[in-house]
């Protein structure tokens, strides 16, 4: 059974950069069938997309965040990484990665998610 | 302000119906059949329960069941149940830049 693992800094200074990583457990990261995707849900809010990655390296970046974000996959070590640059108060929000099936266009499954904070 | 709308809240008792709608335009629930539904309960991560409009995936209960009409795409679950008072998030495909949008999220309470 496939599952992601976030982990990194649970809190980042303003204008700082937030990097985190989701390791995969129980399959590959090598899937011609699958986007790594990231998502975050600010404090009692709702879900925002943040971009996915396929292994081969084909991205897609949510248009509003694209100037700040970079998804990276290490097929080395099964795990892929979001960077956000530039962080102010509003990307303070807990960050969950994700599988997303290029079959169709659903997210399956999630991490447990990781809160950061945006904070001095 | 979220790009699909979704009823802030709706309840029911249990054993009882409820429909959750989502509500998009022709450029994503309208124009694919790519919305997909997330139960998520509080301080845990969303779970998927429809996929491709009307798909359940494996495990997921058939009391959970969607269905599409134009712009606006629909989660119904049936024989109500505590188990089943959470969040609930519809999703979809945009041909614009964001690739993707979720709803701002239902909050479903059972009676």
């Known amino acids: 059974q496939l599952q992601l693992q976030e982990s990194g800094p649970g809190l980042v200074k303003p204008s700082e950069t937030l990097s985190l990583t989701c390791s995969v457990s129980?399959?590959?990261?090598?899937?011609?069938?699958?986007?790594w995707s990231w998502i975050r849900q600010p404090p009692g809010k709702g879900l925002e997309w943040i971009g996915s990655?396929?292994?081969?390296?084909?991205?897609y970046y949510k248009s509003s965040l694209k100037s700040r974000v970079t998804i990276s996959v290490d097929t080395s070590k099964n795990q892929f990484s979001l960077k956000l640059g530039s962080v102010t108060a509003a990307d303070t929000a807990v960050y969950y990665c994700?599988?997303?099936?290029?079959?169709?266009?659903?997210?399956?499954?999630w991490g447990q998610g990781t809160l950061v904070t945006v904070s001095s | 302000q979220s790009a699909l709308t979704q009823p802030a809240s709706v309840s029911g008792s249990p054993g009882q119906s409820i429909t959750i709608s989502c509500t998009g335009t022709?450029?994503?629930?309208?124009?694919?059949?790519?919305v997909s539904w997330y139960r998520q309960h509080p301080g845990k991560a969303p779970k998927l329960m429809i996929y491709d409009v009307s798909n359940r995936p494996s495990g997921v209960s058939n009391r959970f069941s969607g269905s599409k009409s134009g712009n606006t795409a629909s989660l119904t679950i049936s024989g109500l149940q505590a188990e089943d008072e959470a969040d609930y998030y519809c999703s979809s495909y945009t041909s614009s830049s964001t690739h993707v949008v979720f709803g701002g999220g239902t909050k479903l309470t059972v009676l």
């Open positions: 990655m396929h292994y081969s390296g084909n991205t």
């Open positions: 129980g399959g590959s990261i090598s899937s011609s069938s699958h986007y």
């Open positions: 022709s450029s994503d629930v309208g124009g694919y059949n790519y």
């Open positions: 994700a599988r997303w099936n290029t079959s169709g266009v659903w997210f399956d499954p």
